[in-house]
Every structure is written in C-alpha cells, then in structure tokens.
C-alpha cells in the first residue's frame, strides 16, 4: 500500500517560516520525482518545488529564493523549506511521487496539508 504522509503545515505569521514534511511508504522512493504542490480556495492547485531522484531541484518564480526543496533517500522523506512567508502562500500543500519512465510507473499523492500565513 501506497502513502504519502505530509505533516508541518500550520499559522504562520508573514515573514515567518515553515518546514512540510513528507513520508512516503510503499514506493521505491530513490526513483521518485518528487514534488510539492499547493491549492488555495478557488484557484488551481500550482507547482511549487520539485526535486529529481538525482537532487535537480526547481522552482517557479512566486517561490523562488524563499523555499527550497530537499530529500533524504535514507529516510524515504522529502522537505519543503519555506521562509519569508506571505499571505499569498496560504493554501493546502500536497505532495506528490511520480516515476514516469520504465516499467512499474506510478504517480501518487498525499493528503495534503493545510498552511496558513496571516497576523
């Protein structure tokens, strides 16, 4: 069985900062592309970092300079570091795992977590 267990979303005051973390279970993680997404109330839910199994990660410009993306393979867990928070990053954060190359492709995503910047 397959899961992605995101954790670390939260209040956060703007300027402030934020570390999600995801778990995953059941997938060959090493092999994974793994990317953090985000969904506020009424819009489309957007990238926000992604990371390579080599460690490329990136980022789109809304982001870029205040979060950064990581993964420990040992521990089968994948970061998102998000500093200077605005009130503008405040939405639901998934995480996602896809591997579409090969045989045994997958893509898979968590339940989300909820981030909420505000004073």
């Known amino acids: 069985q397959v899961q992605l267990v995101e954790s670390g979303g939260g209040l956060v005051q703007p300027g402030g900062s934020l570390r999600l973390s995801c778990a995953a279970s059941?997938?060959?993680?090493?092999?994974?592309?793994m990317t953090w997404y985000r969904q506020a109330p009424g819009k489309q839910r957007e990238l926000v970092a992604t990371?390579?199994?080599?460690?490329?990660?990136n980022y789109p410009d809304t982001v870029k300079a205040r979060f950064t993306i990581s993964r420990d393979n040992a521990k089968n867990t994948v970061y998102l570091q998000m500093n200077s928070l605005k009130p503008e990053d405040t939405a639901v954060y998934y995480c996602?795992?896809?591997?579409?190359?090969?045989?045994?492709?997958?893509?898979?995503w968590g339940q989300g977590t909820q981030v909420t910047v505000s004073s």
């Open positions: 990371i390579t199994r080599g460690g490329t990660a």
């Open positions: 996602n795992a896809k591997k579409n190359y090969g045989s045994g492709r997958y893509d898979y």
């Open positions: 059941g997938i060959i993680f090493n092999m994974a592309t």
